[in-house]
């Protein structure tokens, strides 16, 4: 995320190698949102970046743990169409 207001979108999907790895991911990736949310990390996010943090989580997809920080519309429509790209077969 950039700091600025309205410039906040970052994502990532990665990919563990069993359901209970994936499990341990997810709650790493949960940890680092939470440290963004509550902006340990010093960054000063503006209040439009902080509406958009507070909506940001991670899904398990399969083996996959997928995060998106962009707009809550936005945000579900990416996961849930990352998530079908990464399950197709």
Do not use: H, M, W
């Not at 341990?24 to 000063?44: G, Q, W």
């Not at 399969?62 to 429509?77: H, K, R």
């Amino acid at each position: 995320c950039n700091t600025g207001g309205n410039s906040c979108f970052e994502y990532g999907v990665f990919r563990a190698t069993s359901s209970e790895n994936a499990n341990k991911l997810k709650a790493t990736v949960d940890s680092y949102i939470n440290e963004l949310k509550s902006d340990e990390l010093a960054l000063s996010y503006s209040p439009d970046d902080k509406i958009v943090l507070q909506n940001s989580s991670a899904t398990i997809v399969g083996n996959y743990v997928i995060y998106v920080i962009i707009s809550s519309q936005a945000s579900t429509t990416a996961t849930t169409r990352l998530g079908d790209l990464l399950t197709k077969k």
